[in-house]
Structure formats: structure tokens, C-alpha cells
């Protein structure tokens, strides 16, 4: 095609043929705000450029959302930081940045029921996703049975490092339901094949201690945490259930029962 003909033509062609359809839309327009502001052809043709960019990042950031599996959209700015005044707000900014995943560091949100654990990891793995992170959201149990499933056919290695090559699991809700010790064994392994190869977020209404409980094997849970805080940001959210304050109800009751064991 000779650059003789009307250069944007040219550009809606080639953009066309590229499969960019940003460069389209924008290539009239910013080449009559390039001509106004006296830009270069450099400058221009990073402008246009970064249209494009900008625009497959946020399409692909809602993809790796929309697959996750999240069971609803919460974010870090509609988090109520009200509810947690002791909550170390500057850590959850560092940690909405993403730099965790790079050190494949993990995080784990430990407190009562209805304090906030399954907003702040689903707000935290959002922020991931829009900066160019794998995700995938399940709670304990599902996780557990999606690794019976890879077990039972006899693939378990395969799903494990299939899993592994996501950036960021998270796994919620650990401690509300007790696993039988082959569901343990699972889980074990789950948490062991991304040990310093990539990064989980766990939330628990159980402290530590009382994992064992949880896993039926003081030793299997002990070396389970020693895996997961090794490097790790531990949060712990305190109070009542913010979802039940404006009913007359103080906490849920298995809230008070972990607060009484802590």
C-alpha cells in the first residue's frame, strides 16, 4: 500500500490487520490533538501505541477476573477499614501493588466470621489480576475435592503442577469444616507444591493453634503452617461480624467460641 493515499486510511488498515481495533478509534483523533499540540511522530505514535496497550491490559484484567471463580465482585476501596480500625492500612496498599506474587509470598487473613477475610482477598487477588496475574478463588473444601477428583483418575501431579503455574490461589474459608486425613494429605500437598514456587491467600476464623483440629494431625498442621508463613504477611481481623451489627446480635457463635479459645 502506498503511503500516498490518506495516511489514517493507511493506519485503519494496517490497525485492521493487526486486529487493533484501539489504534482504530484513536489514530483520527490523536493526530488532530498531535497537530494542535505540536507533537513529534515519536510522541504520537507512543500515544496511539499506549491506547492499545492500555486497552488489551484491561481486557485481559477482566478476563483473568471473570475466570476466577470469585462468588461476588468485592474491592480494596470499598473495603470498610471503619470495622478494623487496627488493621494496617499501608501493608494492605503494599500488598494490593502485587509485589508479594513476585517473592511468591503468601498471605493469610486469620479472624471471627463476617470481619472482612473474604472481601480483603478477593479485593487483593482483583488488584492482581488487573496487573497481569493468573487467579483462581475456591474455598478450602472445593479445593480439596478438586484434588480428590485429579487424585481418584489418577493425575494429581498433573493438576498440582497445572495449579502451580497459576499466580494466585485463593483458598477460603480453612477451618470451618474439619477434613478427614486423606482430605489433609491433599491439602497438604497443595500448600507443599506451591511452597516458594507460588503465592496463596488463605483465610481462616481459626488461629494457628487450632489447626490441628482442623487436619486431625498436629503434625501435618504444623508443618502446613510452617510452609505458609515461612514467607508470608499474616493478618489477623478482629470485633463481631460487621453484617450483624445492626441486628441487636453481638457475633456470630462460632465467632465467640474462637474468640474464647484465643
Same mark, same amino acid.
Given at each position: 500500500?502506498?503511503?500516498?493515499?490518506?495516511?489514517?486510511? !493507511?493506519?485503519?488498515?494496517?490497525?485492521?490487520?493487526?486486529?487493533?481495533?484501539?489504534?482504530?478509534?484513536?489514530?483520527?483523533?490523536?493526530?488532530?490533538?498531535?497537530?494542535?499540540?505540536?507533537?513529534?511522530?515519536?510522541?504520537?505514535?507512543?500515544?496511539?501505541?499506549?491506547?492499545?496497550?492500555?486497552?488489551?491490559?484491561?481486557?485481559?484484567?477482566?478476563?483473568?477476573?471473570?475466570?476466577?471463580?470469585?462468588? !461476588?465482585?468485592?474491592?480494596?476501596?470499598?473495603?470498610?477499614?471503619?470495622?478494623?480500625?487496627?488493621?494496617?492500612?499501608?501493608?494492605?496498599?503494599?500488598?494490593?501493588?502485587?509485589?508479594?506474587?513476585?517473592?511468591?509470598?503468601?498471605?493469610?487473613?486469620?479472624?471471627?466470621?463476617?470481619? $472482612?477475610? !473474604?472481601?480483603?482477598?478477593? $479485593?487483593?487477588?482483583?488488584?492482581?489480576?488487573?496487573?497481569?496475574?493468573?487467579?483462581?478463588?475456591?474455598?478450602?473444601?472445593?479445593?480439596?475435592?478438586?484434588?480428590?477428583?485429579?487424585?481418584?483418575?489418577?493425575?494429581?501431579?498433573?493438576?498440582?503442577?497445572?495449579?502451580?503455574?497459576? $499466580?494466585?490461589?485463593?483458598?477460603?474459608?480453612?477451618?470451618?469444616?474439619?477434613?478427614?486425613?486423606?482430605?489433609?494429605?491433599?491439602?497438604?500437598?497443595?500448600?507443599?507444591?506451591?511452597?516458594?514456587?507460588?503465592?496463596?491467600?488463605?483465610?481462616?476464623?481459626?488461629?494457628?493453634?487450632?489447626?490441628?483440629?482442623?487436619?486431625?494431625?498436629?503434625?501435618?498442621?504444623?508443618?502446613?503452617?510452617?510452609?505458609?508463613?515461612?514467607?508470608?504477611?499474616?493478618?489477623?481481623?478482629?470485633?463481631?461480624?460487621?453484617?450483624?451489627?445492626?441486628? $441487636?446480635?453481638?457475633?456470630?457463635?462460632?465467632?465467640?467460641?474462637?474468640?474464647?479459645?484465643?
Amino acid at each position: 500500500m502506498s503511503m500516498a493515499e490518506d495516511p489514517i486510511k !493507511t493506519i485503519l488498515h494496517y490497525a485492521q490487520a493487526l486486529k487493533a481495533p484501539r489504534i482504530r478509534e484513536s489514530a483520527a483523533r490523536l493526530a488532530e490533538q498531535a497537530r494542535d499540540a505540536g507533537w513529534t511522530h515519536e510522541e504520537y505514535l507512543a500515544a496511539v501505541l499506549s491506547r492499545e496497550v492500555a486497552a488489551r491490559e484491561a481486557s485481559g484484567a477482566a478476563t483473568r477476573i471473570r475466570s476466577a471463580g470469585f462468588p !461476588t465482585r468485592k474491592s480494596l476501596e470499598n473495603f470498610n477499614f471503619d470495622h478494623q480500625p487496627a488493621l494496617n492500612r499501608d501493608m494492605i496498599a503494599h500488598l494490593g501493588t502485587g509485589a508479594f506474587l513476585a517473592k511468591s509470598r503468601n498471605v493469610v487473613l486469620l479472624g471471627p466470621p463476617g470481619t $472482612g477475610k !473474604t472481601h480483603l482477598a478477593i $479485593g487483593l487477588a482483583i488488584k492482581a489480576a488487573q496487573t497481569g496475574h493468573r487467579i483462581a478463588f475456591a474455598t478450602a473444601v472445593d479445593w480439596v475435592a478438586r484434588l480428590k477428583a485429579a487424585h481418584n483418575a489418577g493425575r494429581l501431579p498433573a493438576e498440582l503442577a497445572k495449579l502451580r503455574r497459576i $499466580g494466585l490461589l485463593v483458598v477460603d474459608e480453612v477451618g470451618y469444616i474439619p477434613f478427614e486425613q486423606d482430605a489433609a494429605n491433599l491439602f497438604f500437598q497443595l500448600v507443599s507444591s506451591r511452597y516458594e514456587h507460588a503465592s496463596l491467600i488463605l483465610t481462616s476464623n481459626l488461629p494457628f493453634a487450632r489447626w490441628g483440629d482442623v487436619f486431625g494431625d498436629q503434625v501435618v498442621a504444623a508443618a502446613m503452617i510452617d510452609r505458609i508463613v515461612h514467607h508470608a504477611d499474616v493478618l489477623t481481623l478482629k470485633g463481631s461480624s460487621y453484617r450483624l451489627k445492626d441486628t $441487636g446480635i453481638d457475633t456470630l457463635p462460632s465467632a465467640r467460641a474462637d474468640n474464647t479459645a484465643q
